[in-house]
C-alpha cells in the first residue's frame, strides 16, 4: 500500500482542475440543455411551472459539472457533491420528459428500440443536429403518410403532429440517459480518487508535516 504521507517531488499543492468543456458528460448534458429550452418553449406552456421546472433542471445539470470540475484543485469532496446534484437534476428531468409521453398518451421508446442508437451514432453536437435528425426519423416513420394527387393522407391531423413531440422527448431522453451513464462513472472515477488520494486538507497537513521533517 501507497504511504500517502509522502508526497511525489514536485507534485503541486493544488493539483490541475477545471478543463470541464472537455468532459463528454458536460457535452452531452449542455446538449439535453439546448434541446429542453427549444421542446419547453415549443410544447409546455410558458407560464407553467414544469416549463420552468425543466429549464431549470436540464441548466442545473451543466452548471453544476463545471461547478465541481472547477472546485476540484481544492475540494475533491465538493466535487464529488456537486456532480451527484448534476447527476440528480438530470434524472428529475428524465422524470419530466416521461411525464409529458405518459400524459399525452404518447410512447416511451424502449431500451433495445433502433431509434435510441441511431440518435447516438448521429453523434450530435448541436440542438440543430438533434432537431434535423427528429425530422428525417418523422419523415422515415412508416405510420407518416405524405399527401399525394390522389389527396390527402388518411392520416388524422391530430396524430401526425403528435409523432413530433414524442420523438423530440425520445430524443432527449437518449441524451439525458447517456449523460446519466456519463456521470454514473465519473462519480465512481471521483468516489476513488477521493479515498485514495483524499482531499485538500490532508494534502496541506501531509505538505506541512514534510516541511518540518525538512
Known sequence: M?????????????????????????????LAYDVTVRFCD????KRSRTHDQMVQAARSGVQNIAEG???SGTSKKFELKLTSVA???????RLDYEDFLRQRNLPQWKRDDPRRQLLIDRRCTTADEVADWVKEIRGSSPQHEQTGPSGPSTQSTASTLSTY??????????LIAVACSLLDRQLAAQSEAFEQEGGFTERLYQRRQQARRR
Not at 415549443?42 to 406552456?45: A, E, M, N, T
Not at 413531440?165 to 437518449?174: F, K, Q, S, T, Y
Open 2 to 30: 501507497t504511504d500517502r504521507s509522502d508526497s511525489r517531488p514536485g507534485e503541486p499543492l493544488i493539483p490541475k482542475h477545471g478543463g470541464y468543456r472537455r468532459l463528454k458528460s458536460f457535452q452531452v448534458a449542455q
Open 42 to 45: 415549443r410544447y409546455i406552456d
Open 69 to 71: 470540475s472547477q472546485a
Open 87 to 93: 447527476r440528480a437534476s438530470l434524472e428529475e428531468l
Open 165 to 174: 413531440p414524442e420523438i423530440a422527448a425520445n430524443a432527449a431522453l437518449v
